[in-house]
C-alpha cells in the first residue's frame, strides 16, 4: 500500500486553524483593523513601490498602512492576506500585524523585536518597525 493511502488517525491529522474573532479586538484594535484592510484594499490598485523606495519618502507618513500594506509582502518575502471589509474573523497575517502594533503601546520592545525577528528577513527589519511605528500613531 503506498505511503499516501494510509489513513491518518483524527488525531494525527493537521489541525484546524484556530478562530480569530473580530469582536474579541478592543475598539483601538477594531479602527486599526478597518484602517488595514482599507489601506490593503487601496495598494491593490497602485504601482509597486520597494521597501527602501517607501522609508526614504515622506509617502510612508502621509498613508502609513498603506506603506505597510504594500511592503510587507517584500519584507517576509511572501504574499500576506488581508480579508476584505467586513469578515469576522482575523487572518494570522492581521493579527500578527495587530499585536506588532499593540507591543507598541505596551512599550514592550522585546516582544517586539521577537515578532519582527521571527518573520522579517534581517536587512528589512528596521524599515518595518519605523512602518509600524508611523501606523501606530493614528
Given amino acids: ?9 483524527p ?26 484592510r482599507n489601506a ?10 520597494s521597501l527602501e523606495q517607501t522609508c526614504l519618502t515622506d509617502r510612508h507618513r502621509a498613508h502609513p498602512f498603506e506603506s505597510l500594506a504594500a511592503c510587507l509582502p517584500e ?4 504574499r500576506i492576506i488581508i480579508y476584505r ?11 500578527w500585524i495587530l499585536s506588532m502594533l499593540d507591543r507598541i503601546d505596551a512599550t514592550d520592545w522585546d516582544s517586539l523585536h521577537f515578532l519582527i525577528a521571527r518573520r522579517v528577513c534581517r ?3 528596521v524599515a518595518v ?10
Fill in 1 to 9: 500500500m503506498p505511503l499516501h493511502a494510509v489513513p491518518l488517525a
Fill in 11 to 36: 488525531d494525527l491529522r493537521p489541525a484546524k486553524a484556530p478562530e480569530r474573532p473580530v469582536a474579541h479586538l478592543s475598539e483601538k484594535g477594531r479602527a486599526r483593523l478597518t484602517a488595514l
Fill in 40 to 49: 490593503a484594499r487601496q495598494t491593490r490598485f497602485r504601482p509597486y513601490c
Fill in 75 to 78: 519584507a517576509l518575502d511572501r
Fill in 85 to 95: 471589509l467586513g469578515e469576522d474573523s482575523l487572518s494570522f497575517d492581521e493579527a
Fill in 123 to 125: 536587512p528589512a527589519r
Fill in 129 to 138: 518597525r519605523m512602518l509600524l511605528g508611523a501606523c501606530q500613531d493614528l
